[in-house]
């Protein structure tokens, strides 16, 4: 029996429910714009702006000052404000009950990876779309592998706790430790990106205890879903569709998403492009339709089904053509030298990007850049070839897990 509430492996500290019952009704001070630093302080900050009705700001611990300042926050930075005096929770029940009718707005902001992040702002209505609730899942306990900050992050928390379920703290930690814990806490649920997948069953380690996968925030590929029922024999398998501006939105079995009846007509493929009806994502956006700017394949029309490709900011342009590092990539971890690898674009005068490629040797594995060139060589025409090809240790990834582009 999971005895603690929270558990941050990072800290190797543990919190029972009624530990932060007591720290939610502690003081009646909470940060309206809060930088993230322990986990378990932020959390309890959140939840007691959420409960409070008040709006709430989140800066992510991987901002730097002069991102913050660019943003306009610095000076509000964990400044202390009253929440007044409906502060005290008397039990699960009531902190559950002033959580779902929270009118609270939650402002975030996007990883920033290309220019600065995008301020998103949601409510409890547009986190909580796809959270399951009752009986059936009181005993489940959440490995939250996503950043907290970020709005994946902040839906398996409020997954958890409106279910009261055991939270684990695991994001940012290396494969074999989150595996250590995985196992040692028995973790039965696990949300987070296909990159922090394909690290984690590079570790060969077998899961029976988990019972649901739920990928999101990058393309997944069959070899992944092939190592995931390698790795998680008892797991359910979902993959989600979702971005920060717009939430949880498809659920699909493998990479094939269906779009519900119910919002059949807030969806739609121009160009290519997926795009969503603004009333659907509760957006005061001026255009009727919001462009998300991911690139899908069409596969029915009746009912719509699509698979994701690549978003648009991630094709690479090498001498007048888009390439798609998904396409690369999904080759290449076909190749059992090969743990992992990331393709991008670093800047040329001539083509535009000269076409890169990182790769993590599998263990006791031999194999070279020309090897791998002449390889790709029989499958994609030149330009979809990397000029630059070098092993590293570790993939390099972004600040919300996913694989890094720059």
């Not at 490995?143 to 939270?167: D, E, K, R």
């Not at 695991?170 to 814990?181: E, I, M, T």
């Not at 939430?247 to 007509?265: C, M, Q, Y």
């Not at 090498?318 to 992992?340: C, F, Q, T, W």
């Amino acid at each position: 029996m999971i005895k603690y509430f929270i558990r941050d492996e990072h800290l190797n500290t543990q919190k029972s429910f009624a530990d932060f019952l007591k720290d939610l009704s502690a003081t009646s001070d909470y940060c309206k714009v809060y930088r993230y630093t322990r986990f378990y302080d932020f959390f309890v900050n959140l939840i007691k702006a959420l409960i409070n009705n008040k709006n709430i700001v989140l800066i992510d611990s991987g901002f730097t000052d002069q991102e913050i300042i660019n943003l306009g926050f610095f000076q509000e930075l964990n400044k202390a404000e009253s929440v007044g005096d409906n502060n005290s929770i008397r039990d699960g029940f009531d902190l559950i009950e002033r959580l779902k009718n929270s009118h609270s707005k939650l402002t975030l902001f996007t990883s920033g990876t290309t220019g600065l992040p995008k301020l998103v702002e949601h409510n409890i209505p547009t986190l909580t779309r796809m959270v399951r609730s009752g009986d059936k899942y009181i005993n489940d306990v959440w490995g939250l592998a996503f950043n907290p900050t970020h709005i994946a992050g902040i839906q398996v928390l409020l997954q958890a706790l409106l279910n009261l379920n055991s939270i684990v703290h695991v994001f940012g930690l290396p494969s074999n430790r989150v595996a250590w814990s995985i196992k040692h806490n028995k973790i039965t649920h696990l949300s987070a990106t296909p990159t922090f997948y394909r690290l984690l069953v590079s570790t060969k380690e077998v899961f029976p205890y988990v019972q649901r996968i739920t990928l999101g925030g990058e393309k997944s590929d069959p070899k992944l879903y092939a190592d995931i029922n390698t790795s998680f024999p008892n797991a359910k398998i979902n993959n989600i569709y979702a971005s920060t501006e717009l939430g949880s939105l498809f659920v699909a079995n493998g990479d094939l998403f269906s779009v519900p009846n119910s919002i059949r007509e807030s969806v739609r493929v121009s160009d290519g492009e997926l795009q969503i009806r603004t009333s659907l994502i509760n957006s005061d956006r001026d255009n009727e339709w919001y462009q998300t700017g991911d690139i899908v394949e069409v596969v029915n029309v009746d009912p719509l089904q699509f698979k994701f490709k690549n978003r648009k900011t991630e094709m690479i342009n090498v001498g007048g053509y888009k390439v798609n590092p998904n396409e690369i990539e999904d080759a290449v971890r076909l190749y059992s030298e090969l743990s992992d690898v990331r393709v991008y674009g670093k800047p040329n005068s001539v083509l535009g990007n000269i076409l890169c490629m990182d790769f993590v040797l599998s263990e006791g594995a031999i194999v070279d850049a020309t090897e791998i060139k002449k390889r790709l060589s029989l499958q994609f025409q030149d330009y979809n070839i990397p000029r630059i090809i070098k092993q590293v240790f570790e993939i390099q990834k972004t600040r919300t897990g996913k694989l890094s582009r720059i």
